[in-house]
């Protein structure tokens, strides 16, 4: 072979060596950047139709936590029925005050409607929250937050007693903060049961 048909060849094959991994990262990218696209695509398309949060017309937040007698509650076991959720702590007297008019009110909807409290607790306050149900006589499901996960999905003011109205399908139709009055929660219980 000579030495001009020998470096042809290499001229020849070094371009197309070059031409065939061009054409390879090119084509990496285009793979890569295609996906990175759809996936992101598909992570505001998730965020749009899940609509989940704890503002009025969204999907509530999802919980399960534990109670008194340690049974796991999870909020979607009551899907098909309005619930009524407060938060309350055992330090907060407003919070009390709203457990027994949520007793009251949930009387006359026994099982209309649910209504759960969920106690902001940790060991000392969970002994006192018990003796408290017990000696305001409330008798709707109370759960435990331990951890406080779920008062911060909640959470839309700076005070304990956080007080939400979820329509049959989950969604906050309502939610009040501060000491409920007995006309005021029947007139938002009789709203969810007309929805």
């Known amino acids: 072979m000579s030495t001009t048909k020998i470096?042809?060849?290499a001229i020849t094959k070094g371009k197309f060596h070059l031409i065939f991994l061009s054409a390879m990262y090119f084509l990496f990218g285009f793979f890569?950047?295609?996906?990175?696209?759809?996936?992101k695509s598909q992570l505001t398309t998730l965020a749009e139709t899940t609509n989940v949060g704890n503002e009025v017309?969204?999907?509530?937040?999802?919980?399960?936590?534990?109670?008194?007698?340690?049974?796991?509650?999870?909020?979607?076991?009551?899907?098909?029925?309005?619930?009524?959720?407060?938060?309350?702590?055992s330090w907060c007297l407003s919070c009390l005050k709203n457990l027994t008019i949520l007793e009251?009110?949930?009387?006359?909807?026994?099982?209309?409607?649910?209504?759960?409290?969920i106690h902001r607790s940790d060991k000392e306050s969970t002994k006192?929250?018990?003796?408290?149900?017990?000696?305001?006589?409330?008798?709707?499901?109370?759960?435990l937050d331990t951890n406080g996960q779920t008062y911060s999905q909640y959470k839309?003011?700076?005070?304990?007693?956080?007080?939400?109205?979820l329509d049959k399908n989950g969604l906050v139709s309502e939610r009040l903060t501060g000491l409920l009055t007995e006309d005021v929660v029947k007139s938002k219980v009789q709203q969810l049961l007309e929805q």
Do not use: C, H
């Open 7 to 9: 470096i042809t060849f």
């Open 32 to 39: 890569i950047a295609i996906v990175l696209l759809s996936d």
């Open 57 to 89: 017309g969204k999907q509530a937040p999802q919980f399960t936590l534990t109670d008194f007698s340690g049974n796991q509650v999870s909020l979607s076991s009551f899907q098909g029925k309005p619930v009524v959720i407060t938060f309350w702590g």
């Open 104 to 117: 009251m009110v949930k009387q006359g909807y026994q099982d209309k409607v649910v209504f759960i409290g």
């Open 128 to 143: 006192r929250a018990f003796f408290l149900l017990r000696k305001l006589a409330v008798t709707y499901p109370q759960l």
């Open 156 to 165: 839309f003011a700076e005070d304990t007693d956080l007080n939400y109205f």
